[in-house]
């Protein structure tokens, strides 16, 4: 009887660090899962085409963009880099700037291909 | 021993479960912002292909047409979201896409009403030659985004032109040598300006670009030469970092 008792604890308590690892492993989704629902994908990544594939966010939307007017840095990259930088405005905005140049990239590199037109 | 291995596979398949209904659900609620590609239409495309019937036609015009729709909302979604377009080019590229979804909508109830096999094959051709959804409208939302990108740079790199040059004056006032910081800050703020120059004339040549224009050979040069432009911009504006970063490197 005390080692059923012993496995069902021990089963228990399996379950619930499971699912407090599951818990930690979804909360980024839910951060994204804000957005409005769209169209089951129909197709990997790899098949997309490639025009369309970087209408996704781009460093310069999703980052940079969101960058407050202030020295303050609103993306986690700069925030790393103001951290990393001990104070000096000025890394902020250099990271800032660098995430505003991949955007631009990012935006140039999207229209290479056709989408078969 | 014996209880314990069943204990423990029964934690992990109830686990596992978990596991699976967490990610089925976020799978749900996040689908990928990512158009339908070229592929996605491949089996109709086939169909088609191998028996050409008003049904075949038919699918593979919807089909078409429904990821020309979700690459339009995607780039919808990109514009809202911005915070480097001007309003004004927002305003103009969504409604760009808003009338192109409009005239796709339309050709889409055309082709489900259409018997004609004949009829239905011209119609198909025109979801490309009449709406250039990758040839121009995809080119011009991400043109323009980059345009107004280096625009927006602009005002960043006047911020670190301002810090940059009150240290500039600091470390003066302390009788230090400043020539090769303020050398640094002059190559930055004119390689700005350069990426300025090159970028800020974009929007208003490309915003007005048609897919009959497109057809006609006279938008392909203004995609190539503002695609130049903006490579040459964004070159200037790494220039420009390398010139920061140097300038803050000679006052330390």
Redo the contacts between chains.
């Keep these: 009887m005390n080692?059923?008792l012993?496995?069902?604890t021990?089963?228990a308590?399996?379950?619930l660090?499971?699912?407090i690892?599951?818990?930690a492993?979804?909360k980024p989704?839910?951060a994204?899962?804000g957005?409005?629902?769209?169209?089951?994908?129909?197709?990997q990544?790899s098949?997309?085409?490639?025009?369309?594939?970087?209408?996704?966010?781009t460093p310069?939307?999703?980052a940079t963009?969101?960058a407050a007017p202030s020295?303050a840095p609103t993306n986690s990259a700069a925030a790393t880099a103001a951290g990393a930088g001990a104070g000096d405005?000025?890394d902020a905005?250099?990271s800032?700037?660098?995430n505003?140049?991949n955007?631009?990239?990012g935006?140039?590199s999207?229209?290479d291909?056709?989408?078969?037109? | 021993m014996k209880t314990r291995i069943p204990a423990l596979l029964a934690g992990l398949a109830l686990g596992g479960a978990l596991l699976l209904s967490t990610v089925g659900a976020a799978a749900a609620v996040t689908p990928p912002v990512g158009p339908a590609g070229q592929g996605v239409c491949a089996t109709q495309a086939a169909a088609m292909k191998t028996g050409a019937t008003v049904e075949t036609a038919r699918a593979f015009g919807d089909c078409e047409i429904n990821r020309r729709f979700t690459t339009l909302d995607a780039m919808s979604a990109r514009v809202s979201a911005s915070k480097v377009l001007t309003s004004s080019d927002a305003a103009a590229l969504q409604s760009e896409i808003a009338s192109t979804k409009t005239g796709l909508t339309s050709l889409k109830a055309t082709i489900d009403f259409e018997t004609s096999l004949l009829a239905l094959k011209v119609d198909i051709a025109k979801i490309a030659t009449d709406y250039r959804v990758y040839l121009l409208v995809a080119p011009q939302v991400n043109f323009v985004s980059a345009a107004d990108g280096v625009v927006a740079a602009q005002t960043r790199f006047a911020d670190v032109n301002t810090k940059l040059a009150a240290r500039i004056a600091a470390a003066k006032a302390a009788g230090k040598n400043t020539t090769a910081a303020q050398t640094a800050l002059d190559a930055m703020n004119a390689a700005v300006a350069k990426a300025v120059g090159l970028a800020q004339p974009l929007p208003a040549k490309l915003l007005p670009l048609t897919p009959a224009q497109y057809n006609s050979g006279t938008a392909g040069p203004i995609l190539t030469s503002a695609r130049t432009a903006l490579g040459q911009a964004r070159d200037q504006l790494k220039a420009a970092m390398a010139s920061a970063k140097a300038c803050r490197a000679a006052l330390k």
């Design positions: 080692r059923r012993t496995s069902v021990r089963l308590a399996t379950a660090l499971v699912g690892a599951v818990m492993c979804g989704n839910d994204a899962g957005r409005p629902a769209g169209p089951t994908p129909t197709v990544q098949q997309a085409d490639p025009a369309a594939a970087t209408l996704a966010p310069m939307d999703a963009e969101s020295d405005p000025l905005q250099l800032n700037l660098d505003l140049l955007g631009i990239n935006s140039l999207g229209s291909t056709s989408g078969g037109e």
